[in-house]
C-alpha cells in the first residue's frame, strides 16, 4: 500500500511540477509595447479636415495625430495607438486603422501650400472639441463635401473618374497632374478593419 501511495504521489510531481513551472514561464514572458512619448499642446489643438475624406488631422504639431470615428489616432515607430484623448490614454492598437490608406502621405505638404490636387484649398481650422461633438453628424450628412467640398475651389468642378485617380497612389496620375512635386497623394497598406 506504502508502494502506491508514494507511486502515485511521485507520478504527481512527475506531471504537475513541470506544468506549474510552465505556467510560471509563461506569465514572465511578456511582450512590452511602449507608449508613444507625451505631445505638449500649448493650447487645445485646431484640426482639419482632409478633403474627400471624414478624417481630421492636427496639422500644426510635428507628429502625425489623426481623429476618426470618435478615436484620436497617432502612428509612433511603427505602431499605432488610440486614444478618446488627444493628448493622453494611449493605447496601442494591433493593427493599422482602416482609414489610414485614405490618407495621402503628403497631406500636409498640401495643408502648408494650401493646395490640392493643383486646386486652392482653403481649409478650416476647427476646434477639436467641435469635431469631437459633430463628426457623426458630419459624416452622415456629408457636411464637407457640401460645405463648399471641403473648402477645394474648383473641385466640384473636376470629373468624378479624375478624383478617383488621385486616391490610388503615385503612378496614376495624368502625366503633368497633381500637386507639382513629382510624387502622388500615396495610400498606406493595411487590411480593413470593420471595427475602427
Do not use: C
Not at 497617432?74 to 494611449?90: A, K, L, N
Not at 457640401?146 to 496614376?172: I, S, T
Request: proline letters at 9%.
Amino acid at each position: 500500500m506504502k508502494k502506491i501511495v508514494l507511486n502515485t504521489v511521485l507520478l504527481l510531481i512527475i506531471v504537475v511540477i513541470p506544468d506549474l513551472v510552465s505556467a510560471q514561464m509563461d506569465v514572465q514572458v511578456r511582450i512590452n509595447i511602449p507608449l508613444p512619448p507625451p505631445i505638449v499642446f500649448p493650447a487645445p489643438p485646431a484640426v482639419v479636415v482632409i478633403p474627400e475624406t471624414d478624417i481630421y488631422a492636427i496639422p500644426d504639431v510635428h507628429d502625425d495625430i489623426f481623429f476618426y470615428d470618435g478615436w484620436w489616432w497617432r502612428p509612433w515607430e511603427g505602431r499605432w495607438y488610440r486614444s478618446r484623448h488627444y493628448d493622453r490614454g494611449w493605447a496601442y492598437y494591433n493593427r493599422m486603422p482602416s482609414f489610414q490608406r485614405h490618407v495621402p502621405h503628403n497631406w500636409r505638404q498640401d495643408y502648408r501650400d494650401r493646395r490640392w490636387k493643383g486646386h486652392s484649398w482653403d481649409s478650416r481650422a476647427i476646434s477639436y472639441r467641435d469635431a469631437e461633438k459633430n463628426w457623426r453628424t458630419w459624416k452622415q450628412n456629408k457636411h464637407w463635401k457640401n460645405e463648399n467640398y471641403w473648402g477645394v475651389r474648383g473641385m466640384d468642378r473636376m470629373p468624378p473618374g479624375q478624383q478617383k485617380k488621385y486616391q490610388r497612389g503615385p503612378d496614376n496620375f495624368p502625366k503633368g497632374e497633381g500637386h507639382g512635386h513629382g510624387k502622388g497623394h500615396g495610400q498606406g497598406q493595411g487590411k480593413k478593419d470593420q471595427r475602427d
